[in-house]
Protein backbone atom coordinates (compact mmCIF):
# COMPACT_ATOMS: atom_id res chain seq x y z
CA UNK A 1 0.00 0.00 0.00
CA UNK A 2 1.22 3.38 -1.41
CA UNK A 3 1.91 5.79 1.58
CA UNK A 4 0.05 8.42 -0.11
CA UNK A 5 -3.51 7.29 -1.44
CA UNK A 6 -4.94 9.68 -4.91
CA UNK A 7 -8.17 9.07 -6.88
CA UNK A 8 -6.16 9.89 -10.07
CA UNK A 9 -9.84 10.40 -11.79
CA UNK A 10 -9.86 11.43 -14.54
CA UNK A 11 -12.88 14.45 -12.87
CA UNK A 12 -14.14 16.40 -15.78
CA UNK A 13 -16.58 19.19 -14.63
CA UNK A 14 -18.27 22.51 -16.18
CA UNK A 15 -16.78 26.12 -15.85
CA UNK A 16 -17.74 27.85 -12.38
CA UNK A 17 -18.07 24.78 -10.42
CA UNK A 18 -16.45 23.88 -7.03
CA UNK A 19 -13.72 21.11 -7.42
CA UNK A 20 -12.85 18.84 -4.53
CA UNK A 21 -9.66 17.04 -4.51
CA UNK A 22 -8.28 14.46 -1.70
CA UNK A 23 -5.77 12.75 -0.44
CA UNK A 24 -5.39 9.70 2.27
CA UNK A 25 -1.62 9.08 3.92
CA UNK A 26 -0.72 6.37 6.74
CA UNK A 27 2.61 7.73 8.01
CA UNK A 28 1.33 9.79 11.10
CA UNK A 29 4.69 11.66 10.55
CA UNK A 30 3.80 13.76 7.85
CA UNK A 31 3.42 17.52 9.07
CA UNK A 32 3.90 19.59 6.58
CA UNK A 33 1.63 19.31 3.20
CA UNK A 34 1.69 20.56 -0.71
CA UNK A 35 -0.56 21.04 -3.41
CA UNK A 36 1.08 21.06 -7.17
CA UNK A 37 -0.47 21.56 -10.43
CA UNK A 38 1.15 20.04 -13.31
CA UNK A 39 0.28 20.66 -17.02
CA UNK A 40 1.50 18.40 -19.36
CA UNK A 41 5.13 18.33 -20.29
CA UNK A 42 5.95 20.91 -17.54
CA UNK A 43 7.29 20.72 -14.18
CA UNK A 44 4.81 20.92 -11.33
CA UNK A 45 4.31 23.98 -9.78
CA UNK A 46 3.68 24.74 -6.27
CA UNK A 47 -0.04 25.95 -5.82
CA UNK A 48 0.03 25.84 -1.75
CA UNK A 49 1.68 24.50 1.52
CA UNK A 50 0.27 24.04 5.15
CA UNK A 51 1.11 23.07 8.41
CA UNK A 52 -0.11 20.45 10.87
CA UNK A 53 -4.12 20.68 10.68
CA UNK A 54 -5.99 23.60 9.59
CA UNK A 55 -7.59 25.73 6.66
CA UNK A 56 -5.71 27.64 3.96
CA UNK A 57 -7.23 30.26 1.21
CA UNK A 58 -5.21 31.36 -1.73
CA UNK A 59 -7.94 33.54 -3.87
CA UNK A 60 -10.10 30.59 -5.58
CA UNK A 61 -7.63 27.60 -3.63
CA UNK A 62 -8.34 26.62 -0.14
CA UNK A 63 -6.53 23.33 1.26
CA UNK A 64 -7.58 21.48 4.13
CA UNK A 65 -5.82 19.20 6.22
CA UNK A 66 -7.52 17.10 8.97
CA UNK A 67 -4.19 14.97 10.59
CA UNK A 68 -6.79 13.00 12.85
CA UNK A 69 -8.36 11.55 10.16
CA UNK A 70 -4.99 11.40 8.03
CA UNK A 71 -6.69 13.07 4.94
CA UNK A 72 -6.39 16.93 3.31
CA UNK A 73 -8.13 18.25 0.24
CA UNK A 74 -7.96 21.21 -2.35
CA UNK A 75 -11.12 22.91 -3.33
CA UNK A 76 -11.00 24.92 -6.02
CA UNK A 77 -13.86 27.73 -6.69
CA UNK A 78 -15.56 29.20 -9.69
CA UNK A 79 -12.90 26.65 -11.66
CA UNK A 80 -11.75 27.64 -15.28
CA UNK A 81 -10.42 25.83 -18.18
CA UNK A 82 -7.51 26.86 -17.35
CA UNK A 83 -7.35 24.72 -14.43
CA UNK A 84 -7.51 21.57 -15.90
CA UNK A 85 -4.14 20.00 -15.30
CA UNK A 86 -2.69 17.03 -13.14
CA UNK A 87 -3.29 18.25 -8.97
CA UNK A 88 -0.56 16.36 -7.08
CA UNK A 89 -0.59 16.50 -3.33
CA UNK A 90 2.84 15.91 -1.64
CA UNK A 91 3.28 15.64 1.84
CA UNK A 92 6.97 15.77 3.92
CA UNK A 93 8.33 15.16 8.03
CA UNK A 94 10.20 17.50 9.55
CA UNK A 95 11.38 18.40 13.34
CA UNK A 96 11.13 16.40 16.43
CA UNK A 97 9.49 13.65 14.59
CA UNK A 98 12.10 13.39 12.44
CA UNK A 99 13.00 15.28 9.28
CA UNK A 100 13.02 13.33 5.73
CA UNK A 101 15.56 16.22 3.93
CA UNK A 102 14.35 16.86 0.52
CA UNK A 103 11.64 13.99 0.35
CA UNK A 104 8.20 14.90 -0.82
CA UNK A 105 6.13 12.48 -0.98
CA UNK A 106 3.58 12.44 -3.76
CA UNK A 107 0.29 11.18 -4.48
CA UNK A 108 -0.42 10.03 -8.12
CA UNK A 109 -1.91 12.92 -9.07
CA UNK A 110 -5.66 13.41 -10.38
CA UNK A 111 -6.29 14.91 -13.64
CA UNK A 112 -8.87 17.36 -13.91
CA UNK A 113 -11.06 19.21 -16.80
CA UNK A 114 -12.92 21.98 -16.48
CA UNK A 115 -14.94 22.16 -19.65
CA UNK A 116 -16.47 25.86 -20.86
CA UNK B 1 13.48 36.24 -9.64
CA UNK B 2 14.60 33.17 -12.39
CA UNK B 3 12.91 30.17 -11.23
CA UNK B 4 14.76 26.43 -11.12
CA UNK B 5 16.34 25.96 -14.48
CA UNK B 6 17.28 21.99 -16.10
CA UNK B 7 19.14 21.23 -18.83
CA UNK B 8 18.81 19.23 -21.84
CA UNK B 9 15.42 19.68 -21.77
CA UNK B 10 15.27 16.30 -24.32
CA UNK B 11 17.89 13.83 -24.80
CA UNK B 12 17.43 10.32 -25.95
CA UNK B 13 20.55 8.01 -25.58
CA UNK B 14 20.85 3.99 -26.20
CA UNK B 15 20.80 1.51 -23.50
CA UNK B 16 24.28 0.96 -21.57
CA UNK B 17 25.03 4.56 -22.19
CA UNK B 18 25.09 7.37 -19.44
CA UNK B 19 24.19 10.38 -18.82
CA UNK B 20 23.97 13.73 -16.91
CA UNK B 21 21.20 15.93 -16.39
CA UNK B 22 21.99 19.82 -15.00
CA UNK B 23 20.11 21.71 -12.36
CA UNK B 24 20.31 25.40 -11.34
CA UNK B 25 18.48 26.26 -8.47
CA UNK B 26 16.97 29.52 -7.56
CA UNK B 27 18.77 32.10 -6.05
CA UNK B 28 19.92 31.56 -2.63
CA UNK B 29 18.51 28.16 -2.58
CA UNK B 30 20.74 25.90 -1.15
CA UNK B 31 19.16 21.98 -1.37
CA UNK B 32 18.39 20.43 -4.61
CA UNK B 33 15.95 17.24 -4.46
CA UNK B 34 15.89 15.05 -7.76
CA UNK B 35 12.79 12.72 -8.46
CA UNK B 36 12.06 10.22 -11.56
CA UNK B 37 8.50 10.98 -12.62
CA UNK B 38 7.19 7.99 -14.57
CA UNK B 39 2.99 7.04 -15.74
CA UNK B 40 2.91 4.28 -13.66
CA UNK B 41 5.50 4.98 -11.03
CA UNK B 42 4.45 9.19 -10.30
CA UNK B 43 7.01 11.02 -9.09
CA UNK B 44 9.84 9.24 -6.58
CA UNK B 45 12.61 10.63 -4.85
CA UNK B 46 15.83 10.36 -5.82
CA UNK B 47 18.57 12.04 -3.24
CA UNK B 48 18.89 15.18 -2.04
CA UNK B 49 21.90 17.51 -1.76
CA UNK B 50 22.69 20.53 0.39
CA UNK B 51 25.82 22.29 0.65
CA UNK B 52 27.92 20.04 -1.49
CA UNK B 53 26.19 17.02 0.74
CA UNK B 54 24.16 14.29 -0.46
CA UNK B 55 21.78 14.17 2.98
CA UNK B 56 18.99 11.48 1.87
CA UNK B 57 18.83 9.01 -0.57
CA UNK B 58 15.55 7.64 -2.45
CA UNK B 59 14.91 3.92 -3.31
CA UNK B 60 17.55 3.52 -6.46
CA UNK B 61 20.36 1.27 -7.53
CA UNK B 62 23.72 2.61 -7.42
CA UNK B 63 24.11 3.61 -11.65
CA UNK B 64 22.07 6.59 -10.23
CA UNK B 65 23.97 9.43 -8.26
CA UNK B 66 24.74 13.41 -7.97
CA UNK B 67 26.96 15.91 -6.75
CA UNK B 68 26.32 19.41 -5.94
CA UNK B 69 28.99 22.14 -6.12
CA UNK B 70 30.13 25.01 -3.98
CA UNK B 71 27.18 27.23 -5.82
CA UNK B 72 24.20 24.79 -5.48
CA UNK B 73 24.47 24.35 -9.33
CA UNK B 74 23.57 20.18 -9.06
CA UNK B 75 24.09 17.53 -11.95
CA UNK B 76 22.90 13.99 -11.50
CA UNK B 77 24.18 11.04 -13.67
CA UNK B 78 23.06 7.58 -14.83
CA UNK B 79 25.38 4.73 -15.61
CA UNK B 80 24.56 1.86 -18.07
CA UNK B 81 21.45 3.22 -18.71
CA UNK B 82 18.23 0.67 -19.09
CA UNK B 83 15.34 1.23 -21.21
CA UNK B 84 12.96 1.13 -17.89
CA UNK B 85 15.34 4.65 -17.26
CA UNK B 86 12.66 6.33 -19.49
CA UNK B 87 11.13 9.30 -17.87
CA UNK B 88 11.11 12.96 -16.40
CA UNK B 89 13.68 14.01 -14.13
CA UNK B 90 12.68 16.68 -12.03
CA UNK B 91 15.06 18.72 -9.77
CA UNK B 92 13.59 21.02 -6.98
CA UNK B 93 14.92 23.20 -4.69
CA UNK B 94 14.29 25.06 -1.39
CA UNK B 95 16.49 26.92 1.30
CA UNK B 96 16.91 23.40 2.93
CA UNK B 97 18.15 24.62 6.20
CA UNK B 98 14.53 26.27 7.34
CA UNK B 99 11.33 26.44 7.04
CA UNK B 100 9.25 26.40 5.28
CA UNK B 101 10.66 23.77 3.30
CA UNK B 102 8.48 23.42 0.14
CA UNK B 103 10.14 22.70 -3.10
CA UNK B 104 9.92 24.69 -6.20
CA UNK B 105 9.92 22.35 -9.03
CA UNK B 106 12.25 23.22 -12.68
CA UNK B 107 10.26 22.04 -16.09
CA UNK B 108 12.77 18.83 -16.30
CA UNK B 109 14.35 16.96 -18.65
CA UNK B 110 12.62 13.95 -20.58
CA UNK B 111 15.11 10.88 -20.98
CA UNK B 112 14.46 8.50 -23.81
CA UNK B 113 16.20 5.16 -24.17
CA UNK B 114 16.07 2.92 -26.64
Known amino acids: QKEVEQDPGPLSVPEGAIVSLNCTYSNSAFQYFMWYRQYSRKGPELLMYTYSSGNKEDGRFTAQVDKSSKYISLFIRDSQPSDSATYLCAMTTFGAGGTSYGKLTFGQGTILTVHP | KAGVTQTPRYLIKTRGQQVTLSCSPISGHRSVSWYQQTPGQGLQFLFEYFSETQRNKGNFPGRFSGRQFSNSRSEMNVSTLELGDSALYLC?????????????FGPGTRLTVT
Open chain 2, 92 to 104: ASSWGDRGPYEQY
